[in-house]
């Protein structure tokens, strides 16, 4: 029989990353959570406790997506499966407009209504919401979360685990550091150092 993708995680952005993988035509056979998940999601059986996730492994499964909010979490559970030999998928929804010169690692969502423009580059484990735009050029880094209708214009480079809010804005060619924090409706106007939350139009650090 064939084996279907093993999704780590059964939350609100597991529902939407598996009906993204639905709607690439893939298969999904099982989501691994923990004991406050719920007995299934959007249809799938959840397994409790990541011991499964060796389990499935040795049964034969080696597609995995890790459909984890957290950005640090994410990338902890990703090592974990590809430490046991899984391959990370991407959930790219086929309702995402896509440049074709677009490039993208292991790992990432993409959701319905995003678009993504010219020669930009998305990052293993990357997550692009609903309806985010990407311009062209820009680099999105590792395990990084662009929110819904985030809008990000040309050439901009987003540090590793950096968490954009829902309807963040950017202007070209700014860089934003690694785990930043940009507050939802924020708008950047200039660079921001790494590790730094700000908030605000424009943007400006809060202590939190
Ligand atoms: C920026 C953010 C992470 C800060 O959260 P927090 O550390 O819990 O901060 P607090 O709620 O204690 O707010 C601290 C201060 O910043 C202000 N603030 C927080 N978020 C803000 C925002 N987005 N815009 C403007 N001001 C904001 C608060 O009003 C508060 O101001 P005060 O000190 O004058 O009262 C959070 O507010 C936010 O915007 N999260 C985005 C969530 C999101 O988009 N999720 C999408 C999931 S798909």
Redesign the pocket.
């Known amino acids: 029989m064939v084996k279907g993708i093993v999704v780590v995680g059964a939350g609100g952005?597991a529902k939407v990353c598996i009906e993204s993988l639905r709607a690439m035509g893939e298969l999904v056979d099982f989501c691994v959570g923990d004991e406050n998940s719920p007995d299934s999601c959007v249809g799938v059986p959840v397994l409790v406790g990541d011991d499964n996730l060796a389990r499935l492994r040795s049964e034969g499964y080696e597609k995995a997506f890790i459909a984890i909010?957290s950005n640090r979490l994410r990338e902890r559970l990703a090592k974990l499966a590809t430490d046991q030999g899984y391959r990370l998928v991407n959930a790219i929804n086929p309702h995402a407009i896509i440049s074709p010169s677009v490039t993208f690692g292991n790992g990432v969502a993409v959701m319905a209504g995003a678009v993504i423009n010219a020669e930009a580059a998305i990052e293993s484990l990357a997550n692009i919401?609903t309806g985010a735009t990407i311009d062209h050029d820009c680099r999105i880094g590792r395990a990084v979360?662009i929110?819904?209708q985030c809008g990000l214009a040309g050439n901009v480079v987003v540090g590793d685990q950096a968490?954009l809010?829902?309807?963040?804005r950017v202007i070209p060619e700014i860089k934003i550091g690694a785990n930043v924090?940009?507050?939802?409706?924020?708008v950047v106007i200039q660079d921001i150092d790494s590790g730094k939350?700000?908030?605000?139009i424009p943007v400006r650090p809060?202590k939190?």
């Open positions: 952005h909010g919401n979360h929110a819904p968490f809010g829902i309807g963040a924090t940009v507050g939802a409706g924020g939350t700000v908030v605000g809060i939190c």
